[in-house]
C-alpha cells in the first residue's frame, strides 16, 4: 500500500475514528519520505482539516518547512493559499513565512504572493529588503512589478528601507538615483510621481545645467517621445 493509499484510508475513516488511520498515516510519512507528497495532496483535494490535523503533529510540524514548495504548488493548483493559511497558520509567521514567500516567487505568482499578506502576513524588513535589492540587480519585469505593487500598497516603508527621513520624498530619491542609477529606486519614483511632476523634475535639472543627467532622467522618465523637457518649468 503506497501512501497516498493510506492517506485514502484516513480520509474514509468517519470522525471519531480517525486515530488509528492517523497513526498509520504518520507512520507511513515518516519512514517513506512521503510527508511533502502526501501534504500537498490534502491541499490539492480541498481537506483543510484533515491537513491541520497532520500538520499539527510535532513531528509533521518540525519539518514543515522543508515541503512549503510541494504544499503550496498543491494549494496553488487548487488556485487557493486562503485556506492553506486557515489551515496551518505556522506557514503566515517565520521563519515559515520567508520559506512560503520564496516558494510563491518561484511560481512567479504575485497575486498570490498579495493574496497572503492580505491574510494577514506581515512582510519582514529584511525580506522587503531583499525584494528591493533582487529589482535593483536583477531588473526583470516581474521583479519590478513585484516591488511597485508592494510600494503602492503601502506593504513596503522605503523610507526607513533605504535609511530616508519620514520627510523624505521624490526629491531625495532622486537625488540617490542620480549618484547610482538604481532601476529599483526608479520604480519607487515613478510610483511616488505623476507625469507631469516627472517633466518637473526633468526640467529642473536642465535649468541646473544638469542636461546629460536630464536626458537619462527623461529617458527613464518615457518623456523623450512628445514632451519638450526644455520648456521652463
Known amino acids: 500500500m503506497d501512501g497516498l493509499e493510506v ?14 488511520p492517523k497513526e498509520a ?16 495532496e490534502m491541499a ?3 481537506h483543510w482539516s484533515a491537513l491541520s490535523a497532520i500538520a499539527a503533529d510535532p513531528l509533521v510540524e518540525a519539518h514543515l518547512k522543508d515541503h512549503i514548495p510541494e504544499v503550496l504548488l498543491g494549494a496553488y493548483r487548487k488556485d487557493t493559499v486562503t485556506s492553506l493559511l486557515e489551515a496551518v497558520p ?6 515559515l513565512l ?13 497575486p498570490t504572493f498579495l493574496q497572503v499578506l492580505e491574510c494577514g502576513a506581515r512582510l519582514s524588513p529584511a525580506y522587503a529588503k531583499k525584494i528591493y535589492t ?14 511597485r505593487v508592494l510600494v503602492a500598497r503601502g506593504l513596503i516603508d522605503w523610507r526607513a528601507m533605504l535609511g530616508f527621513s519620514e520627510r523624505a520624498d ?48 527623461a529617458k527613464e522618465f518615457e518623456l523623450d517621445d512628445g514632451w519638450d523637457i526644455t520648456s521652463p518649468a
Open 134 to 147: 533582487n529589482c535593483m540587480l536583477n531588473p526583470t519585469a516581474d521583479n519590478k512589478t513585484l516591488l
Open 90 to 95: 505556522a506557514l503566515a509567521q517565520e521563519p
Open 44 to 46: 490539492f483535494q480541498g
Open 7 to 20: 492517506l485514502q484510508q484516513y480520509l474514509d475513516a468517519p470522525e471519531g475514528q480517525r486515530e488509528g
Open 98 to 110: 520567508t520559506k512560503l514567500l520564496e516558494a510563491i516567487l518561484d511560481l512567479r505568482s504575485i
Open 170 to 217: 521624490e526629491t531625495d530619491l532622486l537625488t540617490k538615483w542620480a549618484m547610482i542609477q538604481s532601476p529599483a529606486l526608479m520604480v519607487i519614483i515613478r510610483h511616488l510621481t505623476t507625469k507631469e511632476r516627472r517633466l518637473e523634475l526633468v526640467q529642473a535639472k536642465m535649468r541646473e545645467n544638469h542636461v546629460p543627467l536630464a536626458r537619462l532622467m
Open 25 to 40: 498515516l504518520l507512520a507511513e510519512m515518516a519512514m517513506h519520505g512521503a510527508t511533502g507528497r502526501i501534504l500537498a
